[in-house]
């Protein structure tokens, strides 16, 4: 079975450049997570999906980051004009919260520097 | 907000020893799961904890809902354990966040 996979596997921008990261959850996966991790720190949720919907971007900062799942299956992150604190590494995670509930699936993550 | 403290921040052990680490949260939880990652940055999935222990060889975990806590124990240390462990809890509706780690040296 193959797990989740996340393109581009690095990304280098110059503050104000758009970049997007891409997510293939692990296929019935219906969640699915998109974190930050700042260099150090743990992961922070973005936001999550279940199927097609946004159930939770609160923490997604919405002047500049959007994310979508349209068909419920893959997803995309995007940042519209990068700053130099999105430096982090971007992770996908997907859940089968039907049978087992919330246990996460990581992907290898998009390693972003923003200069 | 929801808060999940990890301790220690950083634990150095030698191969063959034992510890244990530990994750507080500050509000109630129906799971917890405690991941290693590591150099390469890859989050790999050790546990996933609804209530009670589980046990896989060295490694053992408990959830304890009532008292806000979970543990994990590692037992007989060696090199390939080393990493940054994380513990994430699920807060209700699907929502899990993360701790900030704890990272382990295992030393010959």
């Known amino acids: 079975e193959a797990g989740v996979t996340q393109s581009p596997r690095y990304a280098v921008l110059q503050e104000g450049q758009a970049v997007s990261f891409w997510c293939d959850p692990i296929?019935?996966?219906?969640?699915l997570y998109w974190y930050q991790q700042p260099r150090d720190q743990g992961p922070q949720l973005l936001v999550y999906?279940?199927?097609?919907?946004?159930?939770?971007n609160s923490q997604l900062p919405s002047d500049r980051f959007s994310a979508v799942r349209p068909k419920g299956t893959n997803s995309t992150l995007k940042i519209q004009s990068a700053k130099q604190g999105d430096t982090a590494t971007y992770l996908c995670?997907?859940?089968?919260?039907?049978?087992?509930?919330?246990?996460?699936?990581f992907g290898h993550g998009t390693k972003l520097s923003v200069l | 907000g929801d808060q999940v403290e990890q301790s220690p921040s950083a634990l150095s052990l030698h191969e063959g020893t034992s510890s244990a680490l530990r994750c507080n949260f500050t509000?109630?939880?129906?799971?917890v799961q405690w991941f290693r990652q590591n150099s390469r940055g890859s989050l790999i999935n050790l546990f996933y904890l609804a209530s009670g222990t589980k046990e896989n060889g060295r490694l053992k975990s408990a959830f304890d809902s009532k008292e806000l806590y979970s543990t994990l124990h590692i037992r007989d240390a060696q090199l390939e354990d080393s990493g940054t462990y994380f513990c994430?809890?699920?807060?209700?509706?699907?929502?899990?966040?993360f701790g900030s780690g704890t990272r382990l040296l295992v030393s010959p």
């Open positions: 296929s019935g996966h219906d969640t």
């Open positions: 509000t109630t939880t129906r799971s």
């Open positions: 995670a997907s859940s089968f919260s039907r049978i087992s509930n919330e246990r996460l699936f």
């Open positions: 994430a809890v699920g807060t209700g509706g699907y929502k899990v966040v």
């Open positions: 999906f279940r199927d097609e919907a946004v159930i939770d």
